[in-house]
T-cell receptor, first 115, second 114 residues
Framework: GAGVSQSPSNKVTEKGKDVELRCDPISGHTALYWYRQSLGQGLEFLIYFQGNSAPDKSGLPSDRFSAERTGGSVSTLTIQRTQQEDSAVYLC?????????????FGPGTRLTVL | KQEVTQIPAALSVPEGENLVLNCSFTDSAIYNLQWFRQDPGKGLTSLLLIQSSQREQTSGRLNASLDKSSGRSTLYIAASQPGDSATYLCAVSLGGSTLGRLYFGRGTQLTVWP
């Protein structure tokens, strides 16, 4: 079956512009996660959605970052007024349920470059 | 805060060798531990998932063990092949308020040369 998909695969933008990154989770997966992988850094958690519950936004680095999940499926991560330090690979993952015991499946990522 | 450390950071071996990658974590109250593989410019591929109640998991030439009390996991790769070259990442999940969030190590970059 289809895995997690993300678009675009690459995004180059100018400092100060807004960007939107999209994630399509595996069909039937109720939990969705966003992570960021910066050069020389490990993966860091950004935000987590589970069903209709309020998202866990505790990993978002600043108020320029926001995310939504429509209809319990597709998610969009928005970065406003991008800065050069936002350059990273943004990875989306989904899992069948939201419990900590569930296996997470990752998409290919979106590589964001802020000039 | 959960800290995950992976040793070594890089490893280069000839084809056919058996090798061990190490992962340690500071908070032993984990729900599970996952090993992932990441190829250059690609996303993460899940290799093995070990629940906290388990001691090991096997898939083909891969075997992962978990010693929760000591905060350690190892990934054993038997008869390594050039196609195994990739970065291997270890991640743990906790319960409580962090739910399914994964805490990652920085990875071990493996090169297997023919």
């Amino acid at each position: 079956g289809a895995g997690v998909s993300q678009s675009p695969s690459n995004k180059v933008t100018e400092k100060g512009k807004d960007v939107e990154l999209r994630c399509d989770p595996i069909s039937g997966h109720t939990a969705l996660y966003w992570y960021r992988q910066s050069l020389g850094q490990g993966l860091e958690f950004l935000i987590y959605f589970q069903g209709n519950s309020a998202p866990d936004k505790s990993g978002l680095p600043s108020d320029r970052f926001s995310a939504e999940r429509t209809g319990g499926s597709v998610s969009t991560l928005t970065i406003q007024r991008t800065q050069q330090e936002d350059s990273a690979v943004y990875l989306c993952a989904s899992s069948l349920g939201g419990g900590a015991h569930n296996e997470q499946f990752f998409g290919p990522g979106t590589r964001l470059t802020v000039l | 805060k959960q800290e995950v450390t992976q040793i070594p950071a890089a490893l280069s071996v000839p084809e056919g060798e058996n090798l061990v990658l190490n992962c340690s974590f500071t908070d032993s109250a984990i729900y599970n531990l996952q090993w992932f593989r990441q190829d250059p410019g690609k996303g993460l591929t899940s290799l093995l998932l070990i629940q906290s109640s388990q001691r090991e998991q096997t898939s083909g030439r891969l075997n992962a063990s978990l010693d929760k009390s000591s905060g350690r996991s190892t990934l054993y790769i038997a008869a390594s092949q050039p196609g195994d070259s990739a970065t291997y990442l270890c991640a743990v999940s906790l319960g409580g308020s962090t739910l399914g969030r994964l805490y990652f190590g920085r990875g071990t970059q493996l090169t297997v040369w023919p």
